[in-house]
């Protein structure tokens, strides 16, 4: 009888590893759930605001929106779990790269199957509309390529497919990404607030990711820099963007962004927040010195 508990045990185990909250050693893992609670929370929101009569008139419209949003915003978690590590020594966001990724594609397929809800389900009817309207389009082939890094992102899919090779196919998130925030732009019309803030927290991302490949892992001052640099990119295609767009004249948007009564300009939230991973680095570092002192 040993043998048969031995191997229920084992099979316990296997199915465990599998578990979204579990690490590999089949034990609770703090930093995965946090961020599993953290990924469904939206989900549970929209659900419970659904049930109550929360989303308004147009409820099909809310949820496509709100879904899409979270959409963008995971995607830009994917892609700040590797910067976080670095920065702040932290191999344990290792763990959560998968989960959140593998998230990014569902959640936008959950926003193109909202779509076809909002359009009764007809399907030649979406078909045409895809093909025919551009933002539709780059959409769609984003999740097209969302579905094929969630369907090689298991450990099968690697050892399969090689190292080098994963990795090549696993960059075209990057393109894939800046199609979704061109698809937002194009979602957003006249309010283009959001889309400004997450193209600079965008650009922050790959600038980081350009100079380490070049320059190895930026310094304390080299992250003040890249914080600096966003900033003023982002301020700078703001004022740009809208000046063209509205006809205003150029010095007058550069003004608005020190005008407080207009609210905080985006470029500001990406200051603040790539010097915020420069603090947390300094401290983190500070930290490792008392440590080895």
């Given at each position: 009888m040993q043998p048969i508990t031995s191997g229920n045990q084992s099979k316990r185990r296997a199915i465990a590893d599998y578990y979204p909250w579990t690490d590999r050693t089949g034990r609770v893992s703090l930093v995965k759930t946090v961020v599993l609670l953290?990924?469904?929370?939206?989900?549970?929101?929209?659900?419970?605001?659904?049930?109550?009569?929360?989303?308004?008139?147009?409820?099909?419209?809310?949820?496509?929106?709100?879904?899409?949003?979270w959409s963008v915003v995971f995607l830009l978690a994917?892609?700040?779990?590797?910067?976080?590590?670095?920065?702040?020594?932290?191999?344990?966001?290792?763990?959560?790269?998968?989960?959140?990724?593998?998230?990014?594609?569902?959640?936008?397929?959950?926003?193109?199957?909202?779509?076809?809800?909002?359009?009764?389900?007809?399907?030649?009817?979406?078909?045409?509309?895809?093909?025919?309207?551009?933002?539709?389009?780059?959409?769609?082939?984003?999740?097209?390529?969302l579905a094929a890094l969630a369907a090689t992102s298991t450990d099968g899919m690697v050892r399969r497919l090689g190292g080098k090779r994963w990795q090549l196919l696993h960059k075209l998130v990057y393109p894939i990404s800046l199609l979704a925030l061109v698809h937002f732009f194009l979602q957003s019309k006249n309010d283009v607030t959001e889309p400004i803030l997450f193209s600079g927290l965008f650009a922050w991302l790959m600038l980081y990711r350009v100079w380490r490949w070049r320059l190895g892992d930026p310094s304390l001052g080299g992250l003040a820099a890249l914080a600096i640099a966003t900033a003023l990119l982002t301020g700078a295609g703001e004022s740009i963007g809208i000046a063209l767009t509205h006809n205003v004249p150029l010095s007058v948007m550069l003004q608005s962004q020190f005008d407080p009564s207009i609210g905080i300009r985006p470029a500001w939230w990406v200051l603040g927040a790539g010097l915020a991973v420069t603090v947390s680095s300094a401290i983190r570092q500070y930290q490792r010195l008392l440590a080895s002192a």
């Open positions: 953290a990924i469904l929370t939206p989900a549970f929101l929209l659900i419970f605001d659904t049930l109550v009569g929360k989303l308004s008139a147009r409820p099909w419209d809310v949820a496509i929106h709100r879904v899409g949003w994917s892609l700040t779990v590797t910067p976080l590590r670095r920065t702040l020594r932290w191999n344990g966001l290792f763990a959560v790269r998968r989960m959140i990724g593998v998230s990014v594609f569902f959640t936008v397929a959950l926003h193109l199957l909202l779509y076809m809800g909002q359009q009764a389900w007809d399907l030649p009817k979406i078909a045409t509309e895809i093909v025919l309207r551009f933002y539709l389009a780059i959409g769609f082939v984003a999740l097209l390529g």
